[in-house]
């Protein structure tokens, strides 16, 4: 009974955490399109809803990341985009995940979040050619790719020192400290 | 940052390293072609009209199921002037008149590329090697 009891907790706390980091996401996401970050790269984007992917990343597991991707780019792009938008977002963002999930999972003494986030950003933006390339049937699209990939590094620098020092305040707060659990 | 970091961020650098040589020695054979250029535009990966790149202005309209863009022809080359896209990406790209270039609004499958005489099939890959 008790343990059946502390089940349904834990699942609780993760859905709030989730929803609270799927709106943080999003605005973070609204945020991002109304500042005039005028890149030398077209496309180039900073990202910052992945500062929230990282975080869940960190605090919960990882099919919980894939439900905040999921819920952050619907929301996204029913408040942004078009249908399309969504389809490459959704190919970037669960290739990111991947990428990400795979570094974490190699391990923690190997790779800082800086390096997690300069690799999943990059992921995302091969995982919006791939699928550009099957919608607009040509690869030539990638010719932008090393522009995004220096510009990636940069962008997810930024990103993923914003997400550690995020990781380290919200740790502080009851509710992570008991989801904080070194795997 | 630790080791993998910079390992990681290293292989990136290379690649991407890699891949910029490639485009841009696309861009120097792009550079002795002096035929005629064309823009071959494509609409969700079907062609949708292929335009001449003229000196005078020219304005085309793609309307299609997927959005309104407009492109702008001017001086031998040609840019996305207006496009109802979200992200308006199109649009900063600016404009584009080597052999190889191209313009893509992705929110609206739209994607210019810049060809040879396109009679003859476009002869873009003897070109750009």
Not at chain 2, 32 to 60: C, H, M, N, Q, W
Not at chain 2, 67 to 94: Q, S
Not at chain 2, 98 to 116: A, D, F, S, W, Y
Request: charged share 20%; proline share 3%; with cysteine.
């Amino acid at each position: 009974m008790r343990s059946q009891h502390n089940e349904a907790d834990a699942a609780l706390r993760r859905s709030v955490v989730i929803a609270m980091f799927a709106a943080a996401a999003v605005v973070l996401g609204l945020i991002e399109a109304a500042i005039p970050f005028q890149a030398a790269v077209p496309g180039a984007k900073l990202g910052l809803g992945n500062i929230m992917v990282l975080a869940c990343l960190h605090f919960l597991r990882g099919r919980d990341a894939i439900s905040l991707i999921v819920l952050k780019t619907v929301i996204t792009s029913l408040l942004l985009g078009t249908f399309s938008s969504f389809l490459f977002s959704i190919a970037g963002g669960l290739l990111s995940f991947a990428v990400m999930y795979a570094l974490l999972r190699l391990g923690r003494d190997r790779f800082s979040l800086i390096g997690v986030s300069v690799a999943g950003g990059i992921a995302h933006n091969i995982g919006q050619l791939t699928a550009a390339t099957f919608v607009l049937g040509t690869s030539k699209i990638f010719y932008y790719l090393p522009f995004l990939m220096v510009a990636g590094i940069a962008t997810g620098i930024f990103v993923g020192f914003a997400a550690k020092t995020l990781i380290r305040a919200l740790g502080r707060l009851p509710l992570f400290e008991s989801l904080e659990n070194p795997r | 940052m630790k080791r993998g970091d910079f390992w990681l961020i290293g292989i990136i650098v290379l690649a991407a390293a890699y891949f910029m040589v490639a485009y841009i020695r696309q861009d120097h054979a792009a550079d002795r072609y002096d035929g005629k250029a064309y823009a071959v535009v494509t609409v969700d990966g079907k062609p949708f009209r292929t335009i001449e790149l003229t000196e005078s202005a020219e304005r085309y309209e793609i309307q299609t199921e997927f959005g309104y863009n407009l492109l702008e022809v001017k001086d031998g080359g040609i840019r996305m002037l207006e496009a109802d896209c979200p992200d308006d990406i199109c649009i900063e790209i600016g404009e584009v008149r080597k052999l190889g270039e191209t313009i893509v609004c992705l929110p609206n499958r739209v994607m210019v590329e810049i060809v040879g005489d396109a009679e003859e099939g476009g002869e873009t890959d003897a070109v750009a090697t």
